[in-house]
């Protein structure tokens, strides 16, 4: 493979980088405003709660590099930065304006940094791109689990969030939220389905955000309910089948 810099989200027709450069100084205004109304947490919340279910997925592997594909202003790569002290975590973005946010949020930051461009070449134990899918056109959307898949390493992992259309308050977020304008969630049979045409293996899938309070109880209740779709957002693992470890596409 060449050592050559891809912009693959937009090659895979994500939403253009303009609209998201549009929203970005108030990106975090415009996603809280939402959120207030139905659940009275902020941004910061939800990534704690994403980092919380990462760990509890990958407690067994040895977590030495993350990418965050799709990163926005930097805020779930802040949180995994703080919960693996070992690891080297480096946020991607499609939006300029989103990733100098997060280059000024977090500077100094050791073992964080942030990007617009991933070169082919690079390899990580764990990929994680959280609530990015529904913003890619339909026909692009296994373009782009195939090219990230390119960044997983062979025992690698790759996690999936995305908003549960089956859940009125995730509609109710989404419909209402600027950056969300015209965008189709993706369904979890949907994704299962192009899951497996990329040759990837389902490892978990798991409905998530259930409960909007942070204490342990909750957390403990909400996973032993993961499999019933209550959750605002669902999480899917995903790691290499024959397909995808035989090296074949090509970004």
């Excluded at 303009?18 to 009275?40: G, I, M, N, P, W």
């Excluded at 480096?90 to 100098?100: E, N, P």
């Excluded at 339909?138 to 690698?156: A, I, P, S, W, Y």
């Excluded at 015209?182 to 955000?209: F, H, N, W």
Aim: charged share 25%.
């Amino acid at each position: 493979m060449s050592g050559q810099n891809n912009n693959c989200s937009e090659k895979a027709g994500c939403t253009p980088a303009t609209s998201f450069d549009r929203y970005a100084d108030k990106y975090d205004y415009y996603l809280e405003s939402c959120l207030d109304v139905v659940c009275h947490q902020n941004g910061a919340f939800f990534h704690k709660l994403k980092a919380c279910y990462i760990e509890i997925v990958c407690r067994k592997q040895k977590l030495r590099r993350i990418l965050d594909f799709g990163c926005g202003n930097g805020g779930l790569s802040a949180v995994l930065v703080q919960n693996y002290p070992e690891a080297e975590i480096v946020g991607y973005d499609v939006s300029s304006r989103q990733i100098a946010s997060a280059r000024e949020r977090y500077k100094g930051r050791a073992r964080l940094s942030f990007t617009e461009e991933l070169r082919s070449v690079d390899s990580y134990d764990l990929v994680v791109t959280a609530c990015v899918l529904h913003h890619v056109k339909l026909e692009d959307r296994l373009d782009l689990l195939m090219q990230l898949l390119r960044f997983v390493g062979e025992t690698g992992r790759l996690i999936v969030f995305e908003h549960n259309p089956l859940n009125p308050v995730a509609r109710y977020i989404v419909d209402h939220c600027r950056f969300d304008q015209d965008v189709a969630l993706i369904y979890p049979c949907q994704l299962k389905r192009l899951a497996r045409q990329a040759g990837l293996t389902i490892d978990e899938m798991a409905y998530v955000s259930i409960f909007p309070w942070a204490t342990g109880c909750f957390r403990k209740v909400e996973w032993f309910l993961r499999h019933l779709p209550l959750g605002a957002q669902y999480m899917m693992v995903l790691s290499k089948g024959k397909k995808a470890s035989a090296g074949k596409l090509v970004l």
